[in-house]
Nanobody, 124 residues
């Protein structure tokens, strides 16, 4: 059974950092594309960061470029989202999602499996 479990969310002050984790079970990540998405209150869910199965390719939303970094630890079957210089507009529920494949796609409909989400709140 494919399962993704996010953790690491919380309350942080503007300018602070958080590292989100997404632990995968039921499959090994090295054959899967991973994406991090977020949904703020009253807004549509949007893509934030993506990592190809080969880990050679990453993509970021313009709003987080230079601040967020996506990475993977094969030994732990875990994907991370390091978030630095956080802003109040980064407040959202963050989800990791995945699909099996080689080509990195950024459409939400391409992602077959989703985690339950973790809340990130950036506020003073």
């Amino acid at each position: 059974q494919v399962q993704l479990v996010e953790s690491g969310g919380g309350l942080v002050q503007p300018g602070g950092s958080l590292r989100l984790s997404c632990v995968a079970s039921g499959f090994t990540l090295d054959a899967y594309v991973i994406g991090w998405f977020r949904q703020a209150p009253g807004k549509e869910r949007e893509g934030v960061a993506y990592l190809s199965s080969s880990i050679r390719t990453t993509r970021y939303a313009d709003s987080v470029k230079g601040r967020f970094t996506i990475s993977r630890d094969n030994a732990k079957n875990t994907v991370y989202l390091q978030m630095n210089s956080l802003k109040p507009e980064d407040t959202a529920v963050y989800y990791c999602a995945t699909y099996r494949g080689s080509w990195l796609r950024m459409g939400q409909g391409d992602y077959a499996y989703w985690g339950q989400g973790t809340q990130v709140t950036v506020s003073s």
